[in-house]
Every structure is written in structure tokens, then in C-alpha cells.
């Protein structure tokens, strides 16, 4: 996965479409839960321009993707208090209790170990600072329910999850288990079961979260974060611009 995003020119192409429209919402939730002038780490920010206008919101920003291309533009952003970093979410190069306020939008559900990048996380928040975490809620029922409407329609389905109407309806039902037994049959102080999948990385499939490698759910990460002792701030599933977006939000 990292040789693939570092030398995939078509998946920053795609990355293109991260505009600031479609940031909008991710920063406005960064911007609502950080104390002002805090110091913030952007992770897996891609691009670069959440970093950049969390930067523009009177934020000290630092910036970190694993790819030094898709970073390779936005260097030339940088000011006293915007930087970039070209590092690994799962072995972060900051000092322990280093940021007032840790973020990232749609980074989780690409990781291959959750538990050592959400640990390196919580190592560098400040004590008192939060970690505000955005991405789709994979094992939602809702959204293959949605890849088969679509379907029905007659509309395209979602490379990988829901490319024909039976697809769709597998995977519905499947996450119609995962959510059960997450939501209802898994005690709370139980450690979360972060359950993987092998990403498709091949150019034809990208998009729709078809490079995945973790079935992402605001239950796992909600469990996670109690039983190191943080508190949930707010915990919230969207629909809108971006269907099917789960907003983790937390902090010590």
C-alpha cells in the first residue's frame, strides 16, 4: 500500500477532487472542536489543502501524508505556521504530548493496523487536547442499501462493494451483521474487533473506498478511545455531500 501511494499518479488524480467544497465539512468540524490558536496535526491530509485552511483558521498546522507525491504541491504553501511532513500515521516523528488537537478525514479506513496508528495518536495529543477523527462508516447497512437503490435506478454502483444488484445485497446483509453484533452483542469492555480486508489496488477500482483495508466503524473507535480513558465528545453519522459519513470526535 505505501509503494502504491507513493507512485500512483491516477489515484492523485483523484485526490484532485478534494477541493475545498469538499473539505469544507471536515475543516468546519476541526475548526468547531479546537480551542483557538491551537497547535494541530493534519493527518494523511493527501493534498494538502485541509491542512492549508485549518492554517487559514488561525491554526498552527502541521501536515503529514505517507505519499511525497501528493504532498509534492502543497509544499508550496508553507509558512511559519503551515508545514508539511511526509510521514507514517503508525510511527509518528512528533514528541510525545505535542499537538493540542490530532485530525483526520477519511484516513482511517486505509489502515492496515488501526490499533497502533489510533496508540500513536493518543501518544501525541497534548493531556486535555482532542483527536477529531472523519470517514465513512463502513459497516453501515445503509450504504449498500443505497448501492442498490442507485443500482435499481439504474444508476453505477461503487467499484469493489456494490458493482451489481446482488453485490449490493450481500454486502447489506453482512453489515446488517456487523452492526448487530457490534451495536448490541459486543460488551463494552470488550476490546474492539477491528476487522480487515485485502485493499483492491488496482487503477480501475479506485474510488469508493475499494483501497480500504479496515471494515471502519464508529463503534470500534468509540470502544477504543473509553477504554484508554478518553471521553466521547460528540459521536455522529451524516448524510449529505459525502453519503455514509461517520464523524468520530474525542479527546483526553
Not at 505505501?2 to 488524480?13: L, N, Q, V, W
Not at 452492526?179 to 476487522?195: D, E, G
Request: charged residues 25%; aromatic residues 10%; contains cysteine.
Amino acid at each position: 500500500m505505501r509503494e502504491f501511494y507513493e507512485t500512483s499518479e491516477t489515484y492523485k488524480g483523484l485526490l484532485a477532487a478534494h477541493d475545498e467544497t469538499y473539505l469544507r465539512h471536515y475543516v468546519e468540524l476541526v475548526i468547531r472542536y479546537a480551542p483557538p490558536r491551537s497547535k494541530v496535526l493534519d493527518l494523511g491530509c493527501g493534498n494538502g489543502i485541509s491542512a492549508r485552511l485549518l492554517n487559514q483558521a488561525d491554526f498552527d498546522v502541521v501536515g503529514t501524508d505517507i505519499s511525497p507525491l501528493f504532498l509534492e504541491d502543497a509544499q508550496t504553501w508553507e509558512n511559519p505556521k503551515l508545514h508539511y511532513r511526509v510521514c507514517d500515521v503508525m510511527e509518528l516523528p512528533f514528541e510525545s504530548e505535542s499537538f493540542d488537537v490530532i485530525c483526520s478525514n477519511e484516513l482511517v479506513e486505509h489502515l492496515p493496523d488501526v490499533e497502533t496508528a489510533l496508540t500513536e495518536m493518543m501518544r501525541v495529543v497534548c493531556k486535555g487536547g482532542r483527536i477529531v477523527l472523519s470517514g465513512p462508516n463502513l459497516c453501515s447497512p445503509l450504504i449498500p442499501f443505497l448501492d442498490w437503490l442507485n443500482l435499481m435506478s439504474g444508476k453505477p454502483g461503487r467499484p469493489v462493494w456494490g458493482e451489481t444488484k446482488r453485490q449490493a445485497l450481500q454486502q447489506f446483509v453482512r453489515n446488517c451483521g456487523l452492526y448487530v453484533r457490534k451495536r448490541f452483542l459486543t460488551p463494552a469492555t470488550v476490546a474492539p474487533n477491528f476487522i480487515y480486508r485485502e485493499p483492491d489496488l488496482q487503477a480501475d477500482a479506485i474510488g469508493g473506498d475499494a483501497d480500504s483495508a479496515y471494515y471502519a466503524s464508529p463503534i470500534d473507535l468509540a470502544q477504543f478511545f473509553r477504554s484508554h480513558g478518553f471521553t466521547i465528545v460528540k459521536k455522529a453519522v451524516g448524510f449529505g455531500i459525502k453519503a455514509g459519513l461517520s464523524r468520530e470526535r474525542f479527546r483526553t
